[in-house]
Every structure is written in C-alpha cells, then in structure tokens.
C-alpha cells in the first residue's frame, strides 16, 4: 500500500515538470521579439565606462618631470609578469624625476597583460595609470610590447621635457604636496647622455 500522501505527491509533480520547459522556452521566445543591437564599430567607436582597465600610461609632474622612481613594485605585483623595468640614478646633470633613482627601462607586454590593473595598485607615486584605450590588437607579438616611449604621457602647458634640474628651492616631498604646478620660468632640457646624446659643444668648431 502507497504511504499517505504520496499521491498527491505525484499529482503536484507533474505540473513542475511540464512548466520548467516552458518557461525555458518563454525567455527564448521574449528575446525573439527585442530589438537586436547592432554596434557599428570601428566607424563609431565604443564608449568605454570612465574606469575601464585599458592601455597603460606613464604620468608626469606638472613641471614635466617623471613620476615613476623605477621602484619595480609594479612588475611584482603583475601576476601575468607582464611588466620590465630598470632603474638608474638620477644625477644634477641628467634628471628625469625628483627622486633618486627614475625607470630609465619600461615595457609592458600585452601578449601576456590581464589587464587587471594590480600594478597601478602597487604604484607608490601614482606614475602608473591606465587608460580608456583597449585598441591593442596587432599582427607582431614584437609591436605588442609597449616601451617607455609609448607609454610616457604627453607635454601639457607649462610642462618641460626631460631630463631637466627640478623646481629651484623645493625638493621631493614637494612634488608629491602639489606644490610645484608648473616647469619654473627659463627651464632648459638637460642632455640625456644615457640615450647617447651629446653636449651641443661637442664636434662644434671653436
């Protein structure tokens, strides 16, 4: 003899089992009738959310010093090791930073790159940023490596290239309080002996 309730049990059961197909179906059947999106790229590009993980860049003071001090916490804490760098001192006659030392080697390889953005998280001094550009496709895993170079931010106004002397009368710390919002007034580009660049006086006739 059945237990009790176990027929009304089975008269209850069927019904489920006939309405999880159907209602299956119903989303299939409401997305049928909604209007189909169509992105119309590359003649109208996307528009990224104001955060969204993109290209790296490099950022600059606003007197056009570097930011980064060639600490190296960026590419340790990549996950991917996606990212090189190399330090070098900086000296009075060739500067790039306000610190000590500046990343006289930087490359981020986006063959490898997760675009996860723990090494802008690991910057100290905030010089590693990523942008909103995610254009990065190319046929050469070569081009796909991204030198320092590409990844410098540009000159805005009021901004000097380096290498060149900081801000007269301040220091680091300065820098990093804000204090020095432009390139001071007859700032000239020191030469960068260490791309292989020459004093101007040098092979010069006397």
């Not at 209850?12 to 299956?24: H, I, K, R, Y």
């Not at 980064?68 to 991917?80: F, K, Q, T, Y």
């Not at 550009?133 to 990844?151: C, G, M, P, V």
Request: glycine share 10%.
């Amino acid at each position: 003899m059945a237990p009790a309730g176990a027929e009304s049990g089975g008269r209850s059961a069927e019904p489920a089992g006939f309405q999880n197909p159907v209602a299956g179906f119903g989303v299939t059947f409401k997305a049928m009738f909604k209007k189909r999106l169509t992105e119309q790229y590359p003649e109208q590009p996307k528009t990224t959310a104001p955060r969204f993980h993109g290209r790296h860049q490099l950022n600059r003071h606003p007197d056009g010093l570097e930011k980064c001090v060639g600490c190296e916490l960026c590419a340790w804490a990549c996950p991917a090791d996606a990212i090189y760098v190399e330090g070098a001192d900086n000296t009075d006659e060739e500067r790039y930073s306000p610190g000590e030392r500046y990343g006289r080697v930087y490359q981020i390889n986006y063959a490898r790159c997760i675009l996860c953005g723990l090494c802008i998280e690991a910057c100290p001094t905030r010089a590693l940023t990523m942008t909103n550009e995610f254009e990065l496709a190319d046929s050469s895993r070569e081009n796909l490596i991204y030198t320092k170079e590409q990844l410098l931010a540009g000159l805005d106004e009021g901004m000097v290239d380096s290498p060149h002397a900081i801000y007269p009368g301040t220091d680091e710390q300065d820098y990093y309080r804000g204090l020095v919002t432009e390139a001071a007034p007859g700032t000239e580009i020191q030469t960068a002996t260490s791309k292989g660049e020459k004093p101007d006086s040098e092979g010069v006739d006397a």
